[in-house]
């Protein structure tokens, strides 16, 4: 089950199909690029804005974590979908993420920042993350930011930051057992005294 690839295609998606206004903009806006952050495809060969994301760390979220037997709400996506139930002992993980915008025009980053904040986004407070691979809708934490800065390229020209560190729950699945329903009870009953 490739549950880290998962949620890397869901932030991506999630953080797609912004645009922003400009004057000299097609109608509709100019679009905001989203990628993973490539070392050897640095800023120089980029256009703006543009929003940057770098998996920062994985680890157990032991926190989240108990120990025995679960059934899942859900059919993980390596699993034909079933009327059984599946039963496993699934370890949490926590996925962090760095989202970087950059632009090359404040009011650009402040419209992309804008946009970022609304519900659907990374919200403070409502943000989520719906993974399609499994039919799952993920614990999404906004742990920082937004946090804005200016500086300059290698070439010397004027670039603005947006920071976010962003915190997504997932699930490490080992062994998967089927539970088949039942489908008959025999009894056998006992007078008392007898």
Request: hydrophobic content about 40%; proline content about 7%.
């Amino acid at each position: 089950m490739p549950w880290i690839a998962n949620e890397d295609a869901a932030i991506k998606a999630k953080l797609q199909g912004i645009f922003v206004n400009d004057t000299n903009a097609p109608v509709g806006g100019l679009p905001v690029e989203v990628r993973f952050r490539l070392p050897e495809n640095e800023l120089a060969t980029a256009t703006f804005p543009l929003i940057t994301i770098e998996r920062t760390r994985v680890e157990p979220d032991h926190q989240s974590e108990h120990r025995g037997t679960v059934i899942l709400g859900y059919t993980p996506e390596d699993h034909a979908d079933t009327d059984s139930h599946l039963a496993t002992d699934p370890i949490p993980y926590l996925i962090e993420y760095q989202v970087t915008v950059y632009a090359r025009k404040q009011r650009h980053a402040v419209n992309v920042a804008q946009t970022l904040s609304a519900r659907e986004r990374l919200h403070p407070r409502w943000a989520f993350l719906e993974v399609p691979q499994d039919g799952t809708v993920r614990r999404l934490e906004v742990a920082g930011g937004p946090e804005f800065t200016d500086g300059r390229d290698a070439q010397g020209k004027r670039l603005w930051q947006v920071d976010y560190l962003v915190h997504v729950s997932a699930e490490l699945l080992d062994e998967i057992a089927v539970i088949e329903p039942v489908e008959t009870v025999a009894i056998t009953t006992h007078p008392l005294g007898q």
